[in-house]
C-alpha cells in the first residue's frame, strides 16, 4: 500500500541482567531510512575492536595466543639484540686488555 510504512511483529522484552522479565508480542512500523529526518537518527557508533574482529573473522582465541606470542618474541629480540652488545663490548675489551703491556 503507497504511503503506509510496512509493519512487522515483534518479540519486545525487558531484561534484568541475564533474565527476562516480560516479553510481548508488539506490531512495529519499519521505517525506510529515506522516511526519517537525518537529525532524529542517532549518530552512528564506532566499531569497537571486538566488532572488528568479529567481521573478520578473527577468532578470539587466537587473539589470545597470537598476541602473547607476539609480545614474547618481542622480548626475545630486545634481549637478543641486548646479548649481541654485551658480547661486542667484552670482546672490545678483551682485545684492549692484551694489548696492555703485563
Known sequence: MP???PRQTVMK???S???TIDAEVVE???LDA???PAHSMPPARM???????ARRGLSPLLLLVALPALLLLAVVVVIAAAAAVLWLLA???VRRLRLLPH
Open 3 to 5: 504511503g503506509k510504512s
Open 13 to 15: 522484552t525487558s531484561r
Open 17 to 19: 541482567g541475564n533474565q
Open 28 to 30: 512495529v512500523e519499519v
Open 34 to 36: 529515506r522516511s526519517v
Open 47 to 53: 566499531p569497537t575492536g571486538r566488532a572488528i574482529i
Open 91 to 93: 670482546r672490545a675489551v
